[in-house]
């Protein structure tokens, strides 16, 4: 299979995934949508893979799903598409490990989706961002719901109707992307902000992903319920304890 995405170390625990298709602004084929789904799939079992950082090469992070390929779809190639990218959101989404993504240039359609999926954003001032389907007669699907979650309703209906862009300044201003950054410097603000997590234990961070995603997926009261299992459970192996009693400790000898 062609190489269409450049995997490196960004520290000794930080995964680096850059699209590699910078002839088409990093445009989402099926051969790139795989290959970015087994590079997510096989972090979350590495054991010297605390985070991962999404990229992209060249002008832009990506342009959304390539246009050749809904060219030359057919009803079944189509379902195909759509749900080999359905499958690299749900595993960027469930991913037991935090994930940012570093937008520059264009991030459209299936691009917002997939970055929507990731923890945190981070976006250079003039990035574009926008779901433009409509134009080509079609809905935005999947993952496009994240949007109002992270937007609002009424500001995820502006994007999703109008097909119209807002600039990454708009992004921050909304909510959709936690940092700016200059286009050179967006990597390295996402890895920033995901070494914030890291400095956590994996174990926590994972249930508290689990417990995100839980609460985005259940009714308010159920989501609340559910979740009081998690807190107890953490008390199970003594690391609460400790962690209040070393901070006590600290708090006394100032």
């Not at 264009?106 to 981070?122: F, I, K, N, S, T």
């Not at 209906?157 to 992307?177: F, M, P």
């Amino acid at each position: 299979m062609h190489r269409v995405l450049l995997v490196d170390r960004l520290a000794e625990d930080l995964l680096l995934v850059r699209l590699d298709r910078p002839e088409r602004l990093n445009a989402l084929s099926r051969p790139l949508i795989e290959q970015v789904t087994s590079t997510i799939e096989r972090a979350a079992t590495a054991a010297d893979v605390r985070g991962v950082v999404l990229a992209g090469t060249g002008r832009s992070f990506c342009a959304g799903v390539d246009l050749h390929e809904f060219a030359t779809a057919s009803t079944e190639t189509a379902t195909e598409l759509i749900r080999a990218l359905a499958r690299l959101c749900r595993t960027v989404r469930r991913l037991p490990k935090p994930v940012a993504c570093a937008i520059h240039g264009h991030c459209l359609g299936g691009a917002l989706e997939l970055a929507a999926c990731c923890d945190v954003r981070v976006c250079a001032p003039d990035a574009q961002l926008g779901m433009p389907e409509v134009w080509l007669g079609i809905p935005s699907v999947i993952d496009a719901v994240m949007l109002q979650h992270i937007v609002g309703v009424g500001r995820a209906r502006e994007l999703l109707l109008t097909g119209d862009a807002i600039s990454g300044q708009t992004a921050h201003a909304w909510g959709l992307a936690n940092r700016l950054a200059p286009a050179d410097e967006c990597v390295a603000a996402a890895a920033e902000l995901i070494q914030r997590a890291t400095r956590h234990a994996p174990g926590i961070l994972a249930e508290q992903k689990r417990l995100h995603q839980q609460w985005l997926e259940l009714p308010y009261e159920r989501a609340v319920e559910t979740s009081i299992a998690s807190l107890v459970t953490a008390f199970g192996d003594g690391t609460p304890q400790r962690l209040a009693a070393e901070r006590l400790q600290r708090r006394n000898a100032t």
